[in-house]
């Protein structure tokens, strides 16, 4: 290690003041230079980066270093000739400051800034920007009171409340950078009892659980954040639940301006008591988000509860009250962790994929069910010799392997009627029977129009559904 006399400081530290006080070697301003001895054995401060095998006080000083402010490296500090800033090797646990979430510059990036800002655990939400609607296309559903209804891909909505009229759809009011949200609409106010309320509501499969490890001690914590407005601002709630509605955590959330989409995150800690499904095909976990809720679902907040909660006597609950009142769902996230990286897409493909494990439809994306279309239809067609034909059967297979063995129907090509097919030799319909419904398809069979000719051709539209 270089050896350097007070003679020749100057030489070490160029220009740059110094003092000596009998016990430590002050090199720079007081507070933001370099201290050699003194009480606390050496102190480097004002950002500056250190590199080689320097000592202070017998004490490496890259060691656990413990950055400030902005680390520069452009400085021409040197030590014997060589350049401290040069290719520095730090030993131990050095610390700087975190970035915030987003920044894309040279600064150094901590490991909880890559945590936070990498893909981070699996977002568990299927259909996370909402913009997969195979069954509705965006067509407007009218709720029929505690039926939850799904009206997007992934997700339900439903309510009770006495006089009240209520519908949802997707909605293109969405938060800048998003395509879509889940609109829910009070077309008709309604009165708020004990029991009445107001959901979105999206199930979770077992199987996407068994990391969670909820029910046992090692459960661990969720992230969960999601994109929210609604034209009445005011205290609205969530919930985890469990999918017998035993177990819930409800939280609260406050839109400040109505009509201003907002991103919340809500940190969920991990569940060690109840029954939790973290395996198979069924429903394990529901994330409810609340407009309005009464007494009867009213729990204490940020706290694990045995029960059906999803709000707290902290909600304003004006919605399910107001006629015209409406309240958006927009992208959201959940997944293993106390932080929420952004929402973010992996792929399209990914996203219909993951929607069509529990619904998927022979038409085309954007086109309704029972549209009078050939366009991706299934077809029989049969050139014989006879004209005596007493049964044809059609074979349907699925792009993606369902949850569960689903519910079929086919679409006439001709009028669009479910449960039909089209028979094209004299344009009419035929009621099949379905037969072998699995998890990769089914088939229908049904009888063509008497005397039929020497070509018989049938087309239908299907639809398999297996949401939990």
Not at 379 to 389: K, T
Request: glycine letters at 12%; proline letters at 4%; a negative charge.
């Amino acid at each position: 290690m270089a050896t350097y006399t007070v003679a020749n400081l100057a030489d070490v530290f160029g220009s740059t003041a110094w003092s000596f006080d009998g016990s430590s070697f002050l090199i720079g301003t007081a507070g933001v230079g370099i201290v050699i001895g003194g009480a606390t054995g050496g102190d480097i401060a004002n950002s500056v980066n250190l590199t080689g095998g320097y000592y202070i006080n017998g004490t490496s000083i890259f060691a656990s270093p413990q950055f400030t402010g902005t680390v520069n490296a452009t400085v021409g500090y040197t030590i014997g000739g060589t350049s401290i800033f040069a290719s520095p090797a730090l030993t131990g646990t050095p610390t700087a400051p975190t970035a915030s979430a987003g920044t894309n510059t040279t600064q150094l990036a901590t490991t909880a800034f890559v945590q936070a800002n990498s893909g981070g655990s699996a977002n568990k939400l299927c259909n996370p920007f909402c913009d997969i609607d195979q069954a509705n296309e965006g067509a407007t559903v009218v709720l029929t009171s505690n039926t939850p209804t799904y009206i997007i891909d992934g997700c339900k909505a439903d309510f009770v409340a006495a006089g009240a009229a209520v519908s949802a759809q997707r909605s293109t009011n969405a938060p800048t950078g998003f395509p879509n949200s889940l609109e829910l609409i009070v077309t008709t106010g309604g009165t708020l009892a004990a029991g009445a309320f107001a959901v979105l509501q999206q199930p979770i499969e077992g199987a996407d659980l068994i990391d969670t490890a909820f029910g046992t001690a090692s459960a661990q914590p969720l992230a969960v954040s999601f994109w929210f407005t609604a034209t009445i601002a005011g205290v609205y709630s969530g919930a985890i639940q469990n999918a017998a509605f035993t177990r819930s955590y409800p939280f609260n959330f406050t839109l400040a301006s109505a009509n201003v989409w907002q991103l919340f995150t809500v940190t969920i800690p991990g569940d060690t008591s109840g029954t939790w499904v973290t395996s198979g095909a069924s429903a394990g976990m529901y994330l409810t988000i609340c407009g309005s809720g009464g007494s009867t679902f009213q729990s204490t907040v940020n706290t694990w509860a045995g029960g059906n909660f999803f709000a707290t006597s902290s909600n304003t609950n004006s919605l399910i009250t107001t006629t015209g009142a409406q309240m958006f769902l927009g992208p959201r996230r959940l997944g293993i962790g106390t932080s929420s990286p952004p929402i973010a897409r992996q792929s399209f493909e990914s996203d219909l994929s993951f929607c069509q494990r529990y619904y998927e439809k022979s038409y085309n994306l954007g086109t309704a069910l029972g549209t009078v279309t050939s366009v991706g239809c299934a077809s029989f067609e049969l050139q014989a010799s006879s004209s005596v034909l007493e049964q044809f059967g059609m074979q349907f297979f699925f792009a993606v392997k369902k949850r569960a063995t689903p519910t079929c129907a086919t679409y006439s090509t001709v009028t669009g009627t479910v449960n039909k097919v089209a028979d094209l030799t004299d344009a009419s319909d035929r009621t099949p029977s379905y037969g072998a419904q699995g998890q990769s398809g089914f088939f229908a069979v049904a009888s063509p129009a008497p005397n039929p000719t020497a070509f018989l051709s049938m087309q239908a539209h299907w639809t398999a559904d297996a949401r939990p």
